[in-house]
């Protein structure tokens, strides 16, 4: 059995085991991991991602020159945490659930410079979404941003989720090169407001005055 078809067998498993968990039958294909990782560089920096499975988005980080000892791989799933620590050894693998992620060190003085999510988003609690998020943005520096991909029609993330938080959505792209096709979201913080500065207005002379 060739690694591409040990993968899906690996990927269609889980699937059976735990459907809400896992966000789709077969691993995501080349189309969608270069539209996923299409904004990220080496310049990046560090890379969280956040459900990788069996590695697809992480040999696309890999390929747009991301090092792999700037990859931290976060995997719930114990079988599919195993083999991504043998596949990419120089990357740090952590096998915990992502709503966990606002209580772990991820690197000491590492500047996070995006987070990748695989995660189903759309079959969680809406609890379970806020806490995922408010732990990416607590690693992720303040132009950093976190890249979602989804089979929905629309972004996964409501707007009053989104507000609460003081994030925004942006479109980046849909391919339909990927089965099932899919789209990609990019999560970021919003500018703060410019504070408008009151000057006091002179005051108008009293036409009754002399």
Known sequence: MTGKAADAVLFFRAWLSAPLQVA???PSGRALSSLMTSEISADTGTVIELGPGTGVFT????DRGVAE???VLVEYGLEFAAKLS?????????QMDAAQLRKVTVLPS???GAVLSGLPLLSMPMRKVIAIL?????HLRQEGALYQFTYGPRCPIPRPVLDRLGLKATFVGRT?????PAAVYRISRR?????????SVPQMPDKGAT
């Open 59 to 62: 040999e696309a980080l890999l």
């Open 110 to 112: 590492a500047s996070v």
């Open 191 to 199: 500018k703060p407001r410019p504070q408008h500065v009151w000057t």
């Open 134 to 138: 408010e732990g990416a943005f607590s």
């Open 24 to 26: 789709s039958v077969t």
């Open 176 to 180: 339909f090169a990927n089965i099932p």
């Open 86 to 94: 043998l596949r990419f050894p120089a990357a740090r693998t952590i």
């Open 69 to 71: 000892s700037d990859l």
